[in-house]
């Protein structure tokens, strides 16, 4: 552990994604006490504020209001809630169905192992984001739909990082050994191999909760994603993109949030990828 943070350390940029992703989780959690309004509160009498620091800007509402009056901070902090969650749930659900198919294919082999990994090809070869308008298509637009089109997506790629690692870690003599005992499919593979697989899984954890933030935006933007007036980026970005000359705020600031936080998500996976591969250890 001190020698994986020793190594973490040393990656400049993944300690400043670190601290990114770390201060943006605070605030989600916050939101409702840091918010100065409700998601859905609405001041008719406040259509359209700039920010404070803009001529005609009022101090009650930092970085001023939509269209229907309500206040850009608080929503853009609620929003960051449902995103995050999308992004967390994602990797819950690609990390669970991942890890099980993966683990099957990899430890079966055979016409088992074609097929799935056949599957997997199939899903890749298609372009993330239309696959993902499909199955929201077919679903319907919703919030959990959004997760299961976007967790669908990411899918292939958590299964064929599973797979690669079982291959490897089936060679080792410790496998060999377990299976000589008489050890059964779970002890063996579940309980002995699958913990050896954690890191690699560590490192696309990362990149996927970004993936899953950006093509939940992505989904919203397009209007299949969450629904108004739950307060997700993406779907602020729809709802404001009619203002974006007369209101460029409305649509600066969701764009500015779901890009930092993609670059942070990032830049804390490469240097999780640099302190758990051990060719960069030795290096």
Not at 180 to 197: E, Q, T
Not at 253 to 260: E, R, S
Request: hydrophobic fraction near 55%.
């Amino acid at each position: 552990m001190k020698e994986f943070w020793f190594l973490f350390k040393q990656n400049k940029g993944a300690v400043a994604g670190l601290f990114f992703v770390g201060l943006v989780t605070v605030f989600a959690i916050l939101a409702p006490w840091l918010a100065p309004f409700e998601a859905t509160f609405t001041d008719p009498s406040a259509l359209r504020l700039p920010p404070v620091w803009m001529d005609g800007g009022s101090s009650t509402y930092l970085l001023g209001t939509d269209d229907l009056g309500r206040d850009q901070l608080s929503r853009l902090l609620h929003g960051a809630r449902v995103s995050l969650g999308i992004g967390f749930f994602v990797v819950l659900f690609t990390t669970f169905f991942g890890v099980v198919i993966g683990l099957i294919a990899g430890s079966l082999g055979g016409k088992v192992d074609s097929v799935i990994m056949r599957l997997m090809d199939i899903l890749m070869a298609l372009p993330s984001i239309l696959l993902a308008i499909v199955v929201v298509a077919v679903l319907g637009p919703s919030l959990l739909n959004t997760v299961i089109a976007v967790g669908i997506v990411s899918l292939p790629s958590v299964v064929r990082i599973v797979r690669a690692s079982i291959l490897v870690e089936k060679k080792k003599n410790y496998v060999v050994a377990s299976q000589s005992f008489g050890a059964g499919w779970f002890r063996v593979y579940a309980i002995n191999v699958l913990p050896n697989c954690v890191a690699p899984l560590l490192i696309q954890a990362s990149f996927g909760f970004s993936d899953g933030i950006l093509n939940a935006a992505a989904l919203g933007f397009l209007g299949l994603g969450a629904q108004p007036p739950i307060p997700e980026w993406g779907t602020m970005l729809s709802d404001s993109r009619a203002y974006i000359e007369s209101a460029s705020w409305l649509v600066t600031t969701p764009g500015l949030c779901i890009l930092l936080v993609v670059i942070a998500f990032n830049l804390l996976g490469d240097g999780l990828r640099d302190a758990l591969d051990p060719k960069a250890k030795r290096n």
